[in-house]
DNA sequence: CGTTGATTTGAATATCCTCAACGTGCGTGG
DNA sequence: CCACGCACGTTGAGGATATTCAAATCAACG
């Protein structure tokens, strides 16, 4: 293990606790300027490690991964769900299509977020799932998967946590998109970032956004313009900031997080509203 | 079983094959008019009879039932999931409460209907289930239930069946709150139950609607008025009648469901457009 | 360095929300 | 069974918010 990595580590016992691993397996990417790229993979392949209930060490470099280009499908909705999948590096969206064309974006994934699983129950896939950028993904089998399951009650306890927290998100997001306005959807998608961020030792302060508008606009419900708009507003209102197109930096999560939670704009105090469009 | 039912009974045999039974097992309610109570109830009950793995018969009027008032709560999210719900008569929603108070309809459900499965893999409620009318619902303990997946593989599979079904459903939601206007979302909203009702064995060309206004707005991520104003529309382009205030007639399924799959205003034809507002 | 696709900005418009007033019908209790 | 009260539903008007189309700007990439 780097032992760069080492002196960053401050969250390694809170997450070995959420996903019942000893501390010392648990490895975080530190930062964007250092992937240090092998201490990442074993961030994520350790999830397929324990999917599969081997070692850590033995699965690094072993499980077989999958290179994706940006745009490029990983497995596509209606398909036999025969594999999950360990996001290794890059990002990755869930995109639903309609008969008629329309897509909709259920959500992105993770250097270390498992996807397929929402399918699991159903053994089949129900989105798609697309790579917004270059990206690489564990393959966990899922007959081995299966196996591993019945003979070991930990890695079905495992996934069924993972099952439960998509069932939980979808849930989650049939709440901010039939509940909210734009402005605090927008405001949530950017606090869930950060806290996620965080869970991968990253800056929950600054981050980036590698999904165009176009796709933040599907996922939360309104068009680019207005995803383009309410980057603005918040900016003006120094909410956040913008340096380069894709990266924000939250100078204060109270300050956003002042925006939820809100009654219609009408109950607001309009003076104290730092949005009001002039 | 009823002589009357018997000669209503017209898809027995598909619903049989959708739900794995014999079609001599599939007993549907025929007639808002004659609710025939008792094979009603042996159509929820064989589901929980299905998922305990014994007889219909034996388990018609032997499962616990609870009843519940309109407004009642059949459970509550964050508790430990010790039961699963088969609705014997009436209907529920299922509703989620942020924590700023702000509640969210996640989805309605009818007799038949199982309920509480979305929670299963979490084993916590995940939403509040409360009666939208006087209700009845068989218990299925949540115990018995795992001893009986564990035991038979086709009661594993009917719980992954309708453990995929919840979401489904969610993800599906998230297509129409994300990416369709209200009268779309409306009109997806009635077909759905319309379908839903013929898969009762009920008219999907009438039914009741008895959740308020209000209900379905939350559900449809849309305020009690707009519903109101839409379905007013809705009657004067002839696309539903509506016979008192919670029945509802689809004359032609055809053209409401036109309405669906509609991209944006803009591209539609509008003086072909139905609904053009005067 | 030019081309392409993504993003931003502007202006006009549609949609939906919000408040308020009124009508209706259901259930309760007399 | 009737009358009453109250929650629910409808309707209207005005305003906030988001969409739509168009045009300009920017960034990435060969």
Redesign the pocket.
Known sequence: MHDTCEKLLNCREETSRAIGLAPRSVVHRMDESDPCTRCFQSRSCFQAALLLDEGVDRLVGQTAAVRLRKGQRLFAAGRTLDRVYAIRTGSFKSVMRAPDGRQQVLGFHFSGDMIGLDGYAAQIYLCDAVAVEASEACEIDARALDAAARARPIVQRRIQTLVADSMRRAQQNLLVLGSM???ERLAHFLLDLSDRHRGLGLSSREFALRM???DIGSYL?????????L??RFENAGLIQ?T??HQVQIPDRTALAALLGRQ????RIVSANPLA?D
Chains 1, 2 share one sequence.
């Open positions: 306005q734009g402005a165009t508008r176009k419900g309104m068009y680019s313009e207005t995803v383009s708009r980057f603005a913008m380069r197109r219609p704009v009408s109950l469009a």
